[in-house]
């Protein structure tokens, strides 16, 4: 079994907010700051893109503070971005999957649940969801679905020896997280199911939740799976561009 190394590639921020935002209905007169991350596991049998961050152009539209581009910063791990061949999508707001087309020869791994909602479901036009996802990135979503290039999980599935998702729903309806096999144990990217690590660590969610109870299930699981409560990463803590070893620009290796 392999171990990897997980790396931060910091490609927007920091944001500024209510600590609200962050931690849900506490904080409103503080302010809190976030960043944008995708990830990046090496030490394996080929390296494994955890989303895909976003497009030049779709971090002008969003206005994406201190935008770094993902291809460009993954080659400075050594990695050609289009030469990825596996890619998992935690799930499917813009900020995670916006930056599809980056990827062009890369299958992508995604919860069925995750992407039917997105896709299928009238649901997610309504107001409070469009914001999460943009007509052309769904648009782009659907034709790789076309061209084969979706892989769709219904639940907990290895992907890669040692690189496991796990069904995380209550962010989002079909989120996933991911657990990584690295020389420290078991290390798991929960990526939005926490914004930041107090979300695990106080069992508080941040503001942004579908399901309140699948979210809270969604803790115990991964605390669970996590080998100790500092190897359970969030999807949006400064702190992981900041308390951990830089390797390269907006490069920092977690484990
Ligand atoms: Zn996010």
């Known amino acids: 079994m392999p171990t990897y190394q997980i790396h ?8 500024s907010s209510s600590g609200a935002f962050l931690m849900w209905q506490r904080d409103w007169d503080k302010t809190a700051q976030r960043n944008y991350y995708l990830w990046c596991l090496t030490g394996g049998p080929r390296p494994v893109v955890v989303d895909t961050g976003l497009s030049p152009a779709q971090a002008a539209a969003r206005g994406v503070p201190d935008y770094d581009h993902p291809a460009e910063m993954l080659t400075r791990l050594g990695i050609q971005a289009d030469q990825v061949e596996l890619v998992i999508l935690t799930h499917l707001h813009f900020d995670h999957a916006g930056g599809v087309g980056l990827f062009p020869e890369a299958r992508f791994f995604v919860q ?65 997280a991911v657990a990584i096999e690295t020389e420290r144990g078991r290390a798991v990217l929960g990526s939005d199911s926490g914004h930041v690590f107090e979300n695990f660590s106080q069992d508080w969610p941040s503001s942004l939740v ?43 290796r977690l484990v």
């Open 8 to 15: 931060a590639l910091k490609y927007g921020g920091p944001v």
């Open 210 to 252: 579908v399901d309140q109870v699948a979210l809270l299930r969604t803790y115990d699981k991964l605390r669970d799976r996590a080998a100790s409560l500092d190897l359970l990463f969030p999807g949006h803590d400064r702190r992981l561009a900041e308390d951990y070893p830089s390797v390269a620009k907006g490069v920092t």
């Open 112 to 176: 069925r649940s995750e992407y039917d909602f997105w896709t299928k479901n009238p649901m997610a036009g309504r107001p409070v969801f469009q914001f999460f996802l943009d007509q052309a990135t769904r648009e782009a979503l659907v034709g790789l679905e076309a061209a084969g290039r979706l892989v769709f999980l219904e639940g907990d599935a290895e992907v890669a020896p040692g690189v496991e998702c796990l069904l995380a729903p209550g962010h989002s309806p079909g989120l996933q």
